[in-house]
T-cell receptor, first 110, second 113 residues
Framework: KNEVEQSPQNLTAQEGEFITINCSYS?????LHWLQQHPGGGIVSLFM???GKKKHGRLIATINIQEKHSSLHITASHPRDSAVYIC????????????FGKGTKLSVKP | DAGVIQSPRHEVTEMGQEVTLRCKPI?????LFWYRQTMMRGLELLIY????????DSGMPEDRFSAKMPNASFSTLKIQPSEPRDSAVYFC???????????FGDGTRLSIL
């Protein structure tokens, strides 16, 4: 079993829909990251969080430490949100290295 | 501001050749990470440095892979000899410290024929 599991693997949505991507992990962590990888391949860090909720524009990330679960929400989705979204955790005691989920490929249709 | 700079962007070479990938981290960042991304395995950490010192190289596949960071502004990842299974996208990332967000370079797409 992978230490970081994401669901769904693939997601197709219509423009304007509310989107949720889930991430579950099995190790104790000090932080969780959400990354976005565009079709061109570049990777951008969206959020780093260790508790509660963070919001940036139409993106919201939440984490429940007790349940070892995080969600990434996109409100009013747009075709430019089409990308692979990757969850990664930094395990407790590590000095920075991340353990990655396999990613969720999101396609938003106009 | 310049981000993490990787070179080359693309590399195609024949198996058995030596391959050197280069990375310039963001100025002031003291943590540097090398990752490999494949379709089968996704993103995997190869090695990371803190203050130019390798901290964890347990992700380096085998002795054919080596990484150096001679100073705070430059790192290399070398594969010698290269094999077709090394074909992947190699990313370099840096952060202000190990527990801060990581900034990724654009990656090097490596194809070993």
């Amino acid at each position: 079993k992978n230490e970081v599991e994401q669901s769904p693997q693939n997601l197709t949505a219509q423009e304007g829909e509310f989107i949720t991507i889930n991430c579950s992990y099995s190790v104790g962590i000090s932080a969780l990251h959400w990354l976005q990888q565009h079709p061109g391949g570049g990777i951008v860090s969206l959020f780093m969080l260790s508790s509660g909720k963070k919001k940036h524009g139409r993106l919201i990330a939440t984490i429940n430490i007790q349940e070892k679960h995080s969600s990434l929400h996109i409100t009013a989705s747009h075709p430019r949100d089409s990308a692979v979204y990757i969850c990664a955790v930094r395990s407790k005691g590590s000095q920075g290295n991340l353990i990655f989920g396999k990613g969720t490929k999101l396609s938003v249709k106009p | 501001d310049a981000g993490v700079i990787q070179s080359p962007r693309h590399e195609v070479t024949e198996m058995g050749q030596e391959v050197t990938l280069r990375c310039k981290p963001i100025s002031g960042h003291n943590s540097l990470f090398w990752y490999r991304q494949t379709m089968m395995r996704g993103l995997e950490l190869l090695i990371y440095f803190n203050n130019n010192v390798p901290i964890d190289d347990s992700g380096m596949p085998e002795d054919r892979f080596s990484a150096k960071m001679p100073n705070a502004s430059f790192s290399t990842l070398k594969i010698q000899p290269s094999e077709p299974r090394d074909s992947a996208v190699y990313f370099c990332a840096s952060s202000f410290s190990g527990n801060q967000p990581q900034h990724f370079g654009d990656g090097t797409r490596l194809s070993i024929l």
